[in-house]
């Protein structure tokens, strides 16, 4: 048997079923999400607490090692490349925080392979034993450093006069070449300290991202603009049709041009009747009705609406200007028609041109699917 609430309908226990799978499903992704990046923060932690290396590493390889000097990591496969003409490249930072996107294995555009061999990560240099020669970049000489965030290519300048050079890696390997090379950089200013630091914040911000579950829908909570497919965008559609119709009867004052009704008039001398307009008195002529005017829109926020238009709800959220929403209460997608995968998102409230609402305000990627960004909801 079905179930049925106190008014005898089961359309309100579909509409609570439907919501909590939907949230239950956003829910999950938002958190997989979420925990996979935790879980690569926490690994790049572990890893720069105990990245040590030593002299013993580097035996059997064809590099001489000065007596302070120790060998960090080795990588087998690596591509030397080269720029004849590029920019002045950025100074070497401690950025340590994780890439977002994958790597694309292409080389980019006015990069040439010159050479190939093994990558070596010492305490004071990077070098590639190549089968063509050694090419050493020492930290105390150089000068700019860049990741190719769409390629693995990593180029690197230096004090002398020679083409801005780098590495072409593997793109499974690139990312942990690049952070490696950023704590064996720190090691030789004597900052791995601020390394980890780094890392410290950027896992205590993480953690505050960490997505709520999602409270569970009942069929009381169900409106009845639910059970109308569409919901509230195809009634307003109805209402706003509702009111245009009339108005454009009205307008269109589809009266006879030419006055009054024919009627016919006594034989003439020719014998045929002949269809004449009764002619109306001047002071009783009838007017055409005067065409309904209409009021200008009062602005937002100078009405008695208190949400500026905002649908109703009693989380206090609007469009009348406030405070950015980045933590919106869970039950949100009960007032507000949410995007899919709501709950992924990180940045505040906004509300998309389409009606929607997404919680990626401050995104170059807000909204894009649903015709960009309207407005922004405060509290």
Same mark, same amino acid.
């Given at each position: 048997?079905?179930?049925?609430?106190?008014?005898?309908?089961?359309?309100?226990?579909?509409? @609570?079923?439907?919501?909590?799978?939907?949230?239950?499903?956003?829910?999950?992704?938002?958190?997989?999400?979420?925990?996979?990046?935790?879980?690569?923060?926490?690994?790049?932690? @572990?890893?720069?607490?105990?990245?040590?290396?030593?002299?013993?590493?580097?035996?059997?390889?064809?590099?001489?090692?000065a007596a302070d000097e120790?060998?960090?990591?080795?990588?087998?496969?690596?591509?030397?490349?080269?720029?004849?003409?590029?920019?002045?490249?950025?100074?070497?930072?401690?950025?340590?925080?994780?890439?977002?996107?994958?790597?694309?294995?292409?080389?980019?555009?006015?990069?040439?392979?010159? +050479?190939?061999?093994?990558?070596?990560?010492?305490?004071?240099?990077?070098?590639?034993?190549?089968?063509?020669?050694?090419? +050493?970049?020492?930290?105390?000489?150089?000068?700019?450093?860049?990741?190719?965030?769409?390629?693995?290519?990593?180029?690197?300048?230096?004090?002398?006069?020679?083409?801005?050079?780098?590495?072409?890696?593997?793109? +499974?390997?690139?990312?942990?070449?690049?952070?490696?090379?950023?704590?064996?950089?720190?090691?030789?200013?004597?900052?791995?300290?601020?390394?980890?630091?780094?890392?410290?914040?950027?896992?205590?911000?993480?953690?505050?991202?960490?997505?709520?579950?999602?409270?569970?829908?009942?069929?009381?909570?169900?409106?009845?603009t639910s059970f109308v497919?569409?919901?509230?965008?195809?009634?307003?559609?109805?209402?706003?049709?509702?009111?245009?119709?009339?108005?454009?009867?009205?307008?269109?004052?589809?009266?006879?041009?030419?006055?009054?009704?024919?009627?016919?008039?006594?034989?003439?001398?020719?014998?045929?009747?002949?269809?004449?307009?009764?002619?109306?008195?001047?002071?009783?002529?009838?007017?055409?009705? @005067?065409?309904?005017?209409?009021?200008?829109?009062?602005?937002?926020?100078?009405?008695?609406?208190?949400?500026?238009?905002?649908?109703?709800?009693?989380?206090?959220?609007?469009?009348?200007?406030?405070?950015?929403?980045?933590?919106?209460?869970?039950?949100?997608?009960?007032?507000?028609?949410?995007?899919?995968?709501?709950?992924?998102?990180?940045?505040?409230?906004?509300?998309?041109? +389409?009606?929607?609402?997404?919680?990626?305000?401050?995104?170059?990627?807000?909204?894009?699917?649903?015709?960009?960004?309207?407005?922004?909801?405060?509290k």
């Amino acid at each position: 048997m079905a179930k049925t609430d106190s008014t005898g309908s089961t359309w309100r226990y579909r509409w @609570a079923h439907r919501q909590n799978v939907r949230r239950v499903s956003t829910y999950r992704g938002a958190e997989t999400a979420w925990r996979r990046r935790d879980d690569e923060l926490r690994r790049l932690r @572990a890893l720069a607490a105990d990245f040590q290396g030593s002299a013993a590493a580097g035996d059997g390889l064809p590099l001489e090692l000065a007596a302070d000097e120790v060998v960090l990591w080795v990588l087998p496969a690596a591509q030397l490349v080269e720029v004849r003409h590029t920019p002045v490249l950025p100074a070497p930072d401690l950025t340590v925080a994780p890439s977002t996107g994958p790597l694309r294995p292409r080389r980019p555009d006015g990069v040439r392979v010159t +050479d190939a061999g093994m990558a070596v990560i010492t305490s004071r240099r990077l070098v590639l034993l190549g089968g063509r020669g050694r090419r +050493d970049w020492a930290y105390g000489r150089m000068t700019g450093l860049a990741h190719d965030p769409a390629s693995p290519v990593t180029l690197i300048q230096v004090l002398d006069r020679r083409p801005t050079a780098g590495l072409l890696l593997p793109t +499974d390997a690139a990312p942990d070449f690049r952070f490696k090379l950023t704590l064996a950089f720190a090691d030789a200013i004597e900052q791995r300290a601020a390394v980890l630091a780094q890392l410290d914040e950027l896992i205590a911000e993480h953690a505050q991202l960490k997505p709520f579950r999602p409270a569970v829908a009942t069929p009381g909570q169900a409106r009845l603009t639910s059970f109308v497919p569409g919901g509230r965008r195809s009634i307003a559609v109805a209402a706003a049709l509702a009111l245009l119709v009339p108005a454009a009867l009205i307008e269109s004052d589809p009266s006879d041009p030419t006055g009054g009704p024919e009627v016919a008039a006594a034989a003439t001398p020719s014998g045929e009747p002949v269809l004449v307009r009764p002619v109306a008195p001047a002071l009783t002529r009838a007017t055409p009705p @005067a065409k309904p005017t209409t009021s200008p829109r009062p602005a937002p926020g100078r009405t008695g609406d208190p949400r500026c238009g905002a649908p109703d709800n009693p989380l206090g959220y609007g469009f009348c200007g406030g405070t950015r929403i980045r933590r919106p209460a869970a039950e949100v997608c009960d007032w507000f028609d949410c995007v899919p995968q709501f709950w992924a998102g990180r940045g505040y409230l906004v509300q998309c041109r +389409d009606g929607s609402v997404s919680l990626a305000g401050g995104s170059a990627k807000a909204c894009a699917a649903h015709r960009g960004v309207r407005r922004t909801i405060t509290k």
